[in-house]
């Protein structure tokens, strides 16, 4: 299984931009698949969620209203909208799978996915 990541880049205070992340290897219509960000040398954290078999979505607090996460199941793929980019949404972010469904309860944490991607650098700067 692989997750590659795509889209990050230069965004601008109160711009948008749009990450993807596309899985081969197997079929993830049972399982969820997530973002989370990093910055360098803070922990890694769950920025939003979608589980395939129910179609939830998850959020963290401090993306809730301004990302949103989607699919498009036939091509193997999530991506996540952010928009009203703020400074602090500079991170490395990563996409990561588990190819079982994630309870609510586990659905932020690092240690409920199996696969990551390689990370895309997302900048807000102006």
């Known amino acids: 299984v692989q997750l590659q990541a795509s889209g990050g880049g230069l965004g601008r205070p109160g711009g948008s931009l749009r990450l993807s992340c596309v899985a081969s290897?197997?079929?993830?219509?049972?399982?969820?698949m997530a973002w989370f960000r990093q910055v360098s040398g803070e922990e890694r954290e769950f920025v939003a969620a979608?589980?395939?078999?129910?179609?939830?979505?998850f959020y963290a607090d401090s993306v809730k209203g301004r990302f949103t996460i989607s699919d498009d199941i036939a091509k193997n793929t999530v991506h996540l909208q952010m928009w009203s980019l703020k400074p602090e949404d500079t991170a490395v972010y990563y996409c990561?799978?588990?190819?079982?469904?994630?309870?609510?309860?586990?659905?932020?944490?690092?240690?409920?996915?199996?696969?990551w991607g390689q990370g895309t650098l997302v900048t807000v700067s102006s």
């Open positions: 979608y589980r395939w078999s129910d179609k939830s979505k």
């Open positions: 990561a799978a588990s190819p079982a469904r994630v309870i609510n309860t586990q659905i932020r944490r690092v240690a409920a996915y199996g696969y």
């Open positions: 290897g197997r079929t993830f219509s049972s399982s969820t």
